[in-house]
């Protein structure tokens, strides 16, 4: 695609990309206030999305729709409470999102040229921000990184990461209805982590670099489907724009790892589109998070459909995640990915959903299987719209899967939708492609 117009489904899901940055990145008193809404408009966008997406239609004005929201993304950026850390790194991370207001009013303009700087010139600041996050916040108060950097800990002297219980960082303080006494994420981000605490002791610095990576991933992939610069240039600045990038990596949240995969996914479905990579790279996704679980059937089930020994192989790869610490200890592993499916009483109130929106009002709520049939049921529609849409259907028909699944869920945080948001993206360049460029 080379024009100046686009496909609206690729237009409404970069808007519906940006507008989940904002709105999952709102909470205590903006949460049901604007965060929600924002979020609920957000999906509402995504399923225009997914509904236009074999429409002819096209968009002329999403070049400034987009520099309007990747302003506001800036902008809200600069106003953003403090992550606590030093004053240093404060005053870093907001100088860095005046840069970022600077460098859309750059790339709004009609100079290639500048616009390739001003894209690129963020790109830098934002991984030299991910990068230094970890060094400037050594002790984040959340049990996230209490519980992983004491499970990678636990892995690197040889003790079975799932048999050590990290301490309470809140002193009792918090209760969400259960208390954590088990890692409660699969195998697969302890495997990626433990080389980083081996050389830093801070497994958080596999997160800070998966972003450098991922926008190399993005910018391959935008060349090999012939994409026009300018979509290139929003979905990164999407990217290294969100309002919440470096708390994903202050607070050790493992959604980073599945926005790299997913985007290795489409970089190596560009390049090698029947390869053993590919479907080794989407595999890798419920390996990494459980709730990953209808996208694999639409990949297995969409068109083009993956042959059976690509399947075996990226299978087998994600499968010898688990497979060790099975043999190891199986009931301790198996405790591990089973407890926050098992563990939860009652919806988490500060959650970015209208479940928790209606047990803070109401104190009545859906039971806790609710998201699992929500997510079936969103898949199947999704398959029955999207099964002829190849690659960019796949990868819009689990975002929106996924998304639903949040939003009638428990638990719904922003960085459970940053990984929606990234899906959203990669679908729109999928989406923007001249069709025969996709396999």
Same mark, same amino acid.
């Given at each position: 695609?080379?024009?100046?117009d686009?496909?609206?489904?690729?237009?409404?899901?970069?808007? *519906?990309?940006?507008?989940?940055?904002?709105?999952?990145?709102?909470?205590?008193?903006?949460?049901?206030?604007?965060?929600?809404?924002?979020?609920?408009?957000?999906f *509402?966008?995504?399923?225009?999305?997914m509904?236009?997406?074999?429409s002819?239609?096209?968009?002329?004005?999403?070049?400034?729709?987009?520099?309007?929201?990747?302003?506001?993304?800036?902008?809200?950026?600069?106003?953003?409470?403090?992550?606590?850390?030093p004053?240093?790194?404060?005053?870093?991370?907001?100088?860095?999102e005046?840069?970022?207001?600077f460098?859309?009013?750059?790339?709004?303009?009609?100079?290639?040229a500048?616009?390739?700087?001003?894209?690129?010139?963020?790109?830098?600041?934002?991984?030299?921000?991910?990068?230094?996050?970890?060094?400037a916040?050594?002790?984040?108060?959340i049990?996230?990184?209490?519980?992983?950097?004491?499970?990678?800990?636990? !892995?690197?002297?040889g003790?079975?990461?799932?048999?050590?219980?990290?301490?309470?960082?809140?002193?009792?303080?918090?209760?969400?209805? #259960?208390?954590?006494?088990?890692y409660?994420?699969?195998?697969?981000?302890?495997?990626?982590?433990?080389?980083?605490?081996?050389?830093?002791?801070?497994f958080?610095? *596999?997160?800070?670099?998966?972003?450098?990576?991922?926008?190399? !991933?993005?910018?391959?992939?935008?060349?090999?489907?012939?994409l026009?610069?300018?979509?290139?240039?929003?979905v990164?600045?999407? %990217?290294? %724009?969100?309002?919440?990038?470096? /708390?994903?990596?202050?607070?050790?949240?493992?959604?980073?790892?599945?926005?790299?995969a997913?985007?290795s996914?489409?970089?190596?479905?560009?390049?090698?589109?029947?390869?053993?990579?590919?479907?080794?790279?989407?595999?890798?996704?419920?390996? !990494?998070?459980?709730?990953?679980?209808?996208?694999v059937a639409l990949?297995?089930f969409?068109?083009?459909?993956?042959? /059976?020994?690509?399947?075996?192989?990226?299978?087998?790869?994600?499968?010898m995640?688990?497979?060790?610490?099975?043999?190891?200890?199986?009931?301790?592993?198996?405790?591990?990915?089973l407890?926050?499916?098992?563990?939860?009483?009652?919806?988490?109130?500060?959650a970015?959903?209208?479940?928790?929106?209606m047990?803070?009002?109401t104190?009545?709520?859906?039971?806790?299987w609710?998201?699992?049939?929500?997510?079936?049921?969103?898949?199947?529609?999704?398959?029955?719209? %999207?099964r002829?849409?190849g690659?960019?259907?796949l990868?819009?028909?689990?975002?929106?899967?996924?998304?639903?699944?949040?939003?009638?869920?428990?638990?719904?945080?922003?960085? #459970?939708? #940053?990984?929606?948001?990234? !899906?959203?993206?990669?679908?729109?360049?999928? %989406?923007?492609?001249?069709?025969?460029?996709?396999?």
């Open positions: 695609m080379t024009g100046a686009l496909p609206q489904s690729a237009a409404s899901a970069l808007l *519906a990309a940006m507008v989940l940055s904002i709105g999952s990145s709102l909470g205590s008193d903006l949460l049901f206030l604007a965060g929600l809404p924002l979020t609920l408009a957000a *509402a966008v995504a399923c225009r999305a509904w236009l997406c074999e002819q239609r096209r968009s002329t004005n999403w070049m400034a729709s987009s520099c309007f929201w990747l302003s506001a993304m800036a902008a809200l950026g600069i106003v953003s409470p403090s992550s606590h850390g004053l240093w790194y404060e005053i870093a991370r907001h100088g860095y005046v840069l970022g207001l460098c859309v009013g750059l790339f709004g303009s009609d100079d290639p500048w616009r390739r700087r001003s894209v690129m010139a963020l790109a830098v600041a934002a991984s030299a921000l991910h990068l230094v996050t970890p060094f916040t050594p002790e984040p108060q049990d996230v990184f209490t519980w992983t950097q004491t499970a990678v800990s636990a !892995l690197v002297h003790v079975h990461p799932y048999t050590v219980h990290a301490p309470d960082v809140y002193g009792g303080s918090r209760s969400v209805g #259960y208390t954590v006494t088990v409660p994420y699969m195998p697969a981000t302890l495997i990626a982590y433990t080389p980083w605490f081996f050389l830093f002791g801070d958080r610095y *596999a997160l800070a670099m998966c972003l450098p990576i991922t926008i190399w !991933l993005v910018r391959s992939s935008a060349r090999h489907l012939g026009d610069g300018r979509i290139t240039g929003v990164i600045l999407s %990217l290294v %724009l969100h309002l919440s990038g470096p /708390i994903m990596v202050r607070s050790g949240w493992t959604e980073s790892l599945l926005v790299l997913a985007t996914f489409l970089y190596f479905r560009v390049r090698w589109p029947n390869g053993y990579a590919q479907a080794t790279a989407f595999l890798l996704l419920p390996a !990494l998070k459980q709730y990953v679980v209808v996208p990949y297995v969409m068109r083009p459909r993956p042959g /059976i020994r690509v399947l075996i192989v990226g299978a087998s790869v994600a499968a995640t688990v497979v060790p610490f099975l043999i190891w200890n199986w009931h301790a592993t198996v405790e591990g990915i407890f926050q499916m098992r563990a939860p009483t009652v919806p988490r109130l500060i970015t959903s209208p479940v928790a929106f047990a803070s009002m104190g009545k709520f859906p039971p806790v609710t998201s699992v049939v929500i997510q079936f049921i969103v898949g199947a529609l999704a398959y029955a719209r %999207l002829r849409s690659l960019g259907g990868l819009l028909g689990s975002a929106v899967t996924l998304f639903a699944t949040f939003l009638g869920g428990w638990q719904a945080f922003v960085n #459970y939708y #940053y990984f929606i948001g990234m !899906l959203l993206l990669l679908s729109a360049m999928a %989406l923007a492609a001249n069709p025969q460029r996709v396999a």
